[in-house]
């Protein structure tokens, strides 16, 4: 008989639209299979303080459709240390937690990955993050909506730089991953994209800028804020002394990427990670991370999840793509 009774899930590092739903899916999936849930508030700064809260089926009910996180999220310096992380299993223990779900991105997993492996927890993660920087799933909780919002947003942009002739810079998240700045930029028509993993620079940007048509009334460049040029007010820097002639404007989005109601490709990816999650604890899973692989559910251990995807695994062919659209 499985010994597992009682899953803890919490959500840990900066929040992403459909986190809602995935909690959602991990508290029904539990009842499914006749679990206690426990949630666990505020990620690894909950689970060190005992902040822990029973999850029935309408504690989620009327949620798959908000931002946020209803656990609330924290980055927790604590659970860096051995100490802390001591004093979270301690927590688990005495409340009678026998597996752990956690919903984050690469500093939860670096941090999951550390705990199971020390304390022989049972732990799986679902990948919850706007930046889309984990391997092993095509794509993250958050991701969609995140793209979207930056559409949305820059289309607003463009219509008004279009009036003006002007050229804009704008600055999208994404700290270490030029995922967000890739796609979106797609999206946008961008007339160039400066994204950490391409290594372009300002050179390369000055150089597609002079090689570009002079006829086009607006010019939109989205900066990932990752890049090593260091955001867009240093790359407005540089272009205003080399084309003094360009009206340039810069908009940094920031936060509202990470808001708002999630779009239903992360809800429902949210939901099958969810369920995923349950079943692979019960299965036996742990120190990996659910993930979604050519439509299949994949379980990939943490030190691998959380390796950065390099500049070779950012296809030559899309940033291509984006040298083509950009005539
Ligand atoms: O990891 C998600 C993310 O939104 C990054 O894209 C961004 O660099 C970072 O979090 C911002 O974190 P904070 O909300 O703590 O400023």
């Not at 931002?67 to 927790?76: P, Q, V």
């Not at 010019?219 to 002639?245: H, M, S, T």
């Not at 500049?311 to 940033?319: D, G, I, K, R, T």
């Amino acid at each position: 008989m499985n010994k597992i009774k009682n899953i803890g899930v919490l959500t840990s590092g900066g929040d992403a639209p459909g986190m809602n739903a995935a909690i959602r899916a991990v508290v029904r999936a539990g009842i499914y299979y006749d679990l206690k849930v426990t949630g666990i508030l505020r990620g690894y700064e909950g689970l060190i303080h005992g902040d822990f809260i029973e999850m029935d089926r309408k504690s989620v009910a009327n949620i798959i459709q908000r931002g946020g996180t209803i656990l609330k999220t924290a980055r927790s310096d604590a659970f860096r240390t051995r100490a802390g992380r001591e004093q979270a299993y301690e927590q688990l223990k005495s409340h009678e937690v026998d597996a752990l779900i956690v919903i984050g991105g690469d500093g939860t997993f670096t941090g999951a990955n550390l705990f199971t492996s020390e304390f022989d927890f049972p732990v799986v993660g679902l990948p919850g993050t706007i930046d889309n920087d984990l391997q092993g799933t095509d794509f993250t909780i958050g991701y969609d909506t995140a793209i979207n919002t930056v559409v949305n947003a820059v289309d607003k942009i463009r219509d008004t730089a279009e009036s003006h002739d002007r050229l804009f810079i704008v600055e999208v998240m994404g700290r270490d991953s030029g995922l967000i700045a890739l796609r979106s930029g797609i999206g946008v028509g961008a007339e160039a994209i400066l994204i950490p993993e391409a290594n372009m620079g300002v050179d390369g940007l000055i150089t597609r800028l002079e090689s570009g048509r002079k006829d086009k009334s607006s010019k939109i460049v989205v900066v990932a804020e990752g890049d090593e040029v260091g955001g867009a007010f240093n790359v407005g820097e540089v272009l205003k002394q080399r084309f003094p002639n360009y009206d340039i404007r810069i908009s940094v989005l920031g936060h509202i990427q990470r808001g708002g109601k999630p779009s239903c490709m992360d809800r429902v990816l949210a939901s099958r990670f969810g369920v995923a999650a349950v079943e692979g604890v019960l299965h036996g899973q742990t120190g990996v991370m659910v993930g979604q692989v050519n439509r299949e559910i994949v379980f990939t251990p943490f030190d691998h999840a959380i390796k950065h995807i390099d500049v070779q695994e950012v296809s030559p062919a899309w940033l291509k793509l984006v040298e083509i659209l950009s005539l």
